[in-house]
T-cell receptor
Framework: AQTVTQSQPEMSVQEAETVTLSCTYD???????LFWYKQPPSRQMILVIR??????QNATENRFSVNFQKAAKSFSLKISDSQLGDAAMYFC??????????????FGKGTLLTVNP | DADVTQTPRNRITKTGKRIMLECSQT?????MYWYRQDPGLGLRLIYY???????NKGEISDGYSVSRQAQAKFSLSLESAIPNQTALYFC???????????FGPGTRLTVL
């Protein structure tokens, strides 16, 4: 079974600085998707960024980028120029690319990010 | 209007009561899901449905049941609520082949 581990329950960053959130996963699949979701105090789950495992290039979305290390099964999220609105719980998630379980998202336990002014 | 809606947004109930959480979507997706979120545990899958006639248990289905009344509606029921079912519940939808999941706003349920 796939597992997703976020080893940092909490992180903090100063406004305008850069922070990196860690995620590791375990799978026997070769093709899969990895995601970072943001959950602000409003509770809404918001997709931040997606990475396809078959793509070597790291995904980027504005100030958000990932460092995807397939061999190490590592998928970290870097937030540059942190803003107060980035304060949220961040979840790393895994989904198989194909096959009978390709619908299922497996989540990590989350990292609570605080942004200090 | 939101693509995935959940009602109620907050609910407080007592042990032993039956309660239903409802989810509606306007995205036209066939696949719908119910997740539960507990502090420090992330989101865990309770039930999922690939279409109106296809309903499946997730990893933590004990104590819950579901009904897929239509393509757009998927309800989660607690037949006899207990305090450890106090949690935040999310509905989500997706469509193959990409299967990207879109989440509702969540329902915070408290069982006293």
């Amino acid at each position: 079974a796939q597992t997703v581990t976020q080893s940092q329950p909490e992180m903090s960053v100063q406004e305008a600085e850069t922070v990196t959130l860690s995620c590791t996963y375990d799978t026997s699949e070769s093709d899969y998707y990895l995601f970072w979701y943001k959950q602000p105090p409003s509770r809404q789950m918001i997709l931040v960024i997606r990475q396809e495992a078959y793509k070597q290039q790291n995904a980027t979305e504005n100030r958000f980028s990932v460092n995807f290390q397939k061999a190490a099964k590592s998928f970290s999220l870097k937030i540059s120029d942190s803003q107060l609105g980035d304060a949220a719980m961040y979840f790393c998630a895994y989904r198989a690319y194909s096959g009978g379980s390709n619908y299922k998202l497996t989540f990590g336990k989350g990292t609570l990010l605080t942004v200090n002014p | 209007d939101a693509d995935v809606t959940q009602t109620p947004r907050n609910r407080i109930t007592k042990t032993g009561k039956r309660i239903m959480l409802e989810c509606s979507q306007t995205k036209g997706h066939d696949r719908m899901y119910w997740y539960r979120q507990d502090p420090g545990l992330g989101l865990r899958l309770i039930y999922y449905s690939f279409d109106v006639k296809d309903i499946n248990k997730g990893e933590i289905s004990d104590g819950y049941s579901v009904s897929r009344q239509a393509q757009a509606k998927f309800s989660l029921s607690l037949e006899s609520a207990i305090p450890n079912q106090t949690a935040l519940y999310f509905c989500a939808t997706s469509d193959p082949p990409l299967n990207e999941q879109f989440f509702g706003p969540g329902t915070r349920l408290t069982v006293l």
